[in-house]
């Protein structure tokens, strides 16, 4: 996927199409992308990699199952997250398997 899908800002990093982005691997190799290309003071580059690819799974996840699908076909990946919503799309993404057909 192409970094111009990425909207970055200080507050968060909106990326478009994101479902498209299946694997783990592929993830954190476009967020460390999406890091080198911005300032260091965006989002992208403030918050912790692995936390972005378990928000990133979860958005994947409910797009899987056809859950608000135009809401997480993209995923919005804000600066400050609440703790619950931190621990809620850490379990959520230990369900996503990016194989499953859709």
């Known amino acids: 996927m192409d970094l111009t899908n990425a ?3 200080k507050e968060g990093t909106h990326i478009v199409d994101s479902c498209l982005v299946k ?24 918050r912790d990699i692995e936390s972005q690819v378990h928000e990133w799974r979860a958005h994947n996840f409910f797009y899987k ?8 076909r993209d995923v919005d990946l804000e600066l400050k997250q609440k703790w619950y919503r931190e621990l809620f799309c850490r379990v959520v993404s230990f369900f996503y398997f990016w194989d499953f057909k859709d």
């Open 7 to 9: 909207i970055t800002a």
């Open 23 to 46: 694997s783990k691997q592929a993830m954190r190799e476009y967020l460390n992308q999406l890091r080198e290309a911005v300032a260091p003071e965006m989002a992208v580059c403030q």
């Open 65 to 72: 199952l056809h859950v608000f699908r135009s809401r997480t």
